[in-house]
């Protein structure tokens, strides 16, 4: 039997992709493997977002491109976010790679592996036809693209209309593409089927969804609210999640259906990126300061004990020493659950490599990437010290050698001993009560369980 091995890099996104992937090589025979070493066909899924997520990829490829020299006898496949609508340049840069793939356009990989193996190809056309194709969901087909545990990801939307000028995203992704929302809760009921019991719905700017696609009689369109109400109705998913936010598509309905819906978790990943208001203008993001805090405002009055999450980048072109003072201002006094920081590098092909000078310095960077860390620290650790001693609910993801591990609404991670005879079943919820806080982190006991999962 033939093997694949793909590693990925980036978002949850990518991930989903990967997963497609596999889910189409799985129907052609392939089985996966961990090591790369064992495998006929590797796959890197790559990510653009930073310089240094590039720099990984190209490093792994360079490794595998020393393997081939010395009689490594495997395919090579590039795809994902570093895989631009044109590949004459990579394929002169990098002649030993078999196929490029843009994000989501699978085709070609599975061509090389059909090849690989000699499908023809009628058999390569009606193995990945219709329903069985990974680019709309993983369907059954005997025991194809199953999925591997209690929680999985669903793309409801792919690309970005937005052109941050610092983002490569829409270059790269395309423009904002709604899934229809019954394919959408096809996958989500096939999920359940087979075990899922938390989906987190997928996109760039997740309460995007449904404004591209037809109106109906009465001129309405599905939104992100429609698609909590449509799996509120599906027996055996117990939680929803989404990501990621965008303030100014973040509509008092969706935030008012998060509040309403049991299922879907309180649980908010919106970047800020930055709070200063001249930086947020030259970033092009499309809302002010005060648009952002009136958002979080809305969310913490509707639910006191939601989960926010937010992104921020320090160093962009013209970052000034107040500029960063605002950021820090606004951070400290929203107190954020998590904050993802990251140094601004140019991304080549985005607005701001063409036109805005990378001109603060790489140790000034550092310095704020510093600065925000230990804000974000503090604050975790803050948050996390509010559910010491109290009882939370858990949705068991992991367990090994009598210890399991699982989320809390919130998203909080919570390791805890798997005792009795629900403590280790996977896509039980539980109830755990909280014995030790870090930043990243809970632990536990064991208190009660209220659903059992039949994984
Ligand atoms: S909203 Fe901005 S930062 Fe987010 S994916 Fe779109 S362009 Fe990139």
Known sequence: MSTFHIWTLGCQMNQADSLKLAAGLEQLGYHAVEDDLEADLVVINTCSVRQHAEDRAYSRMGMLKKRRSQGGEFKLAVMGCMVGPKTDELRKRFPYVDVWARPQEFDGILQVAGDYRDVSEG???????????????QMAQGTYGLPKGPTAYVPVIHGCDKFCTYCIVPLRRGREDSRAAADILDEVRFLADHGVREVTLLGQTVEAYGHDLEADANGGRPDLATLFEGIDRIDGITRVRFLTSYPKDMTDRIIDAVADQPKVCEHFNIPVQSGSES?????????????????????????????????????????????????????????????????????????AARNMPDD??????????????????????????RVL???VEVLIEQSESGRSTGRTRQGQLVHFDAMGPVGGRLGTLVDVEISAVTPWSLQGRLAGSH?????
Do not use: W
């Open 123 to 137: 058999e390569l056309g009606t193995l990945l036809g219709a329903e069985g194709d990974p680019r709309t969901f």
């Open 279 to 351: 930086m947020l203008a030259r970033m092009r993001r499309g809302y002010t300061v005060a648009m952002f805090e009136e958002r979080v405002a809305r969310i913490r009055s509707r639910m006191p004990d939601a989960a926010i999450v937010t992104d921020v980048i320090v160093g962009c072109p013209g970052e000034t020493e107040e500029e960063f003072a605002d950021t820090v201002a606004l951070l400290e006094r929203t107190e954020f659950d998590i904050i993802h920081v990251a140094a601004y590098s140019p991304r080549p092909g985005t607005y």
């Open 360 to 385: 603060v310095p790489a140790e000034v960077k550092k310095a704020r990437l510093q600065v925000i860390e230990a804000i974000h620290a503090a604050s975790s650790e803050r948050i996390n010290q």
């Open 389 to 391: 001693g109290r009882e």
């Open 451 to 455: 659903s059992l999962s039949v994984l």
